[in-house]
């Protein structure tokens, strides 16, 4: 039966090249969102800047203790007087302690442009190493050294007069020399004595963000290293080597590169789910077109265990070569999908595509596992009919549904209920981790619940395709005589209709949820920001004593975690997420003057009085108060892992999902990356316009150079920027799945089509013209696009309506609705145009060749 099997292949190249192609596209896809979560959980990130130092010690980024690993934020920084202990632990030839600190730099007199760079102390030029390539290193207080590369773009050269600026203030410096090497572009490096001083006046005094461990030559390493965590032992300190040490570049690696985990997840869960329904689909579409094949084989006297190895063998090989050749694509797929994301911000750039031979095994195992599955249905089917009963199945289809797949697609729906339930109760911002595998169960019922559902609207639709005249009346006829035919061409096009209609509505009405809540929460007329990358607290106070202003506040925005009752103990637990360890609450915070609260945001005391945010206080959430009162001490540790007990104050109210817990900005700066005011909300005082508000803003401006004062549409602007790369991800994601989803498609409806090329030369040889076939043909189409929209959008409503109602409190998503008229019209034109393109290549055949067509 191989033989035969491998011999049959030839005969049936349209079924076999169009399960190839879904195959092929479908392994291909699972490859790279394979490749893609085994990068997120090795989550390396080799080290750059930092790259000179074997050992690198850095805070402890993560939450120990706690049921669910969490992520501090903010960068925790270390005690400078820590460089001195681990110095002197055996092995340890020297160290060299990193100082950053934000700042801007301007040519001499504040000629041109300021750029935003980074600071550093000339000690942790070693670190990369950066190596003098023109003048020479900073030897006082006045001298700095620009990166080439910085220098090269602002036309500056040992000699040059530079202002930098930062915390507020700006100094002159001479460009001793330029350095070259592999940080960041915009690296500039003072002496260690003036890179403390501008790191003091940041905000951020006697701190440094790592230290570099340079062992003694002929050193074990590892020991070394092992010697350091005994000196460090105790401390919210992280000893790495490695790739681990890029940790310590950019602590955005732990948490932005393990959020790559559950996106990979996600988006692999999506194609592999496509990738079954559409593989599946296309093979069984391929077999059941070969029934009176099968009929003649069983009639002739093939036995069904025959039968069946015939089928799995024509089916093991197809598979086999499709997706072996996916294996070379996949990975190049899941190295393009990182890069954009990382173009994207959604991941830090830093993080290296890691794939092994899991994601090609995991590829290549569900497309044959799919492929064998659906084979061995087709083949039981077959196998199990009389030889009698199959000439007449093949000659008239009567059996198109089974018990058992009626019961599995109620049990989809009723999963479909419980999740659409779930999404509804969500918060607004985690809405859609429900919501699209609530669109996966929904589509996976409908699809097996297909042959009942497209009978059903065909049926209703019989009237109105009646009316066409005699095509109409044919295709009528062919929709009811072949009901699991037409049920796999209408799969795909609910599919691409139900995943684009869903998916790109779910994303713009998660845009204006998160636009309406920052909207609601600002009031402000102007907002203050610095090209420095901040401001000093004490600038709030100067603007408010300007002419004009009624009142001002920071925002200083951060996030913390709200203590739970049960201590948390680091040490017992070790941070290996035990299910038995406390869990804290986390909550966006955001640091605040009590002054001008009310007249430059919406927040306002549900209970309390948030003039009280002053020292060690708090204004909760009210969902996340619980039972506190206002007096209770509330135990909460901030970005950088600083655990404090505040007053609580006063409650607000916020809509779902996106509440603020509000602290002063005293309390709260001190503790982020900047260790800054990153921007002022200002709010005009009566009979004060909008230009004469901004006219009062630049005379402060003068005074502390760097200052820039825009208005509030600007900072919405700002948001939407954030949003806009949100979105941007999901219509990448969109992309690819949909993509997939169309071309399978098109596959199906050419195979669909072109496999009744005996039954096109049998009505031209009665009598029918080639223009009435096609017309019949066109009037199918419309029935499978018609059918499949109407699944798709009911796919599409079950999911965005309990997700609408999440995320904005009514049952209505919002976005343009050219984007429903977009996706109807391109799968009722794809459709058309596909089934016609195909029926009139067959049609190019001569009525008389009809002996020679193969079956």
Sequence with gaps: MIRIALRTLRFHKGGFIASFIALFFGATIVVACGGLLETGVHNAAPPQRLAAAPVVVTGEQRYLGTSHE???????????????????????????????FPGALAAAGGKGPAAQVTGHGWASAALTPYKITEGAAPAGAGQVVLDTRLAQQSGLKPGSRVELRSGGTSKSYEVSGLAAGDGEAGGVFLSDPAALEAATAAGLPGKVDNIGVFPASGADLAKVAEGVRKAVEGQPVSVLTGDERGRAENPGVIDDGADLIPLAAAFGGLSAMVTVFVASSTLGLSIQQRQREMALLRAIGTTPGQLRRLIL??????AAIATALACIPGPRVGRWLLGAFADAGVVPDTIVYRAGSVPLIVGVGTALVTAVGAAFIAANSAARTRPTEALAEAGLQRKWFSGFRSVVGLLCLIGGVALAVGTAGMDGPRAGSVATPAAMVWTTGFGLLGPVLARAITAGLRGPVSAAGLSGHLANRNAKARTARLAAAVMPVMLATGLAVGLIYMQTTQSKGAKQAFDESLRADAVVTSVSGGMPLETVDAIRALPGVAAASAQVPSLGFIEPDVPIDPALNGG??????PQPTEVSMQGVTPEGIAATTSFTAASGNLDGLRGDTVALPARFAGDRKIGDTVPMRLGDGTRVDLKLVATVDGRRGYETALVPASVLVGHTDAGLVPQIMVSAAPGTDRTALEASLATLADRQPGLRVTDRQALTAVAADEGDTQAWMAYLVLAVVVGYATIALVNTQVLATTERRREFMLQRLIGATRRQVMQM?????VLVSVAGIVLGVLVAGLTLVPFSMSVLGTALPTGSPWIFVTVVGGALGLTLATTLLSAGAVLRSRPGDLAGIKE
Excluded: Q
Aim: without cysteine; proline residues 4%.
């Design 70 to 100: 969490l992520v501090f934020p903010e960068r925790v920084r270390l005690d400078g007087a820590l460089a001195g202990k681990i110095a002197a632990v055996p092995g340890v030839e020297s160290t060299a302690a990193d100082v950053t």
């Design 313 to 318: 063998g024509e089916t093991v090989l197809l």
């Design 576 to 581: 290996d997420g035990e299910s038995s360890a």
């Design 777 to 781: 043909m066109a009037m199918e189409a």
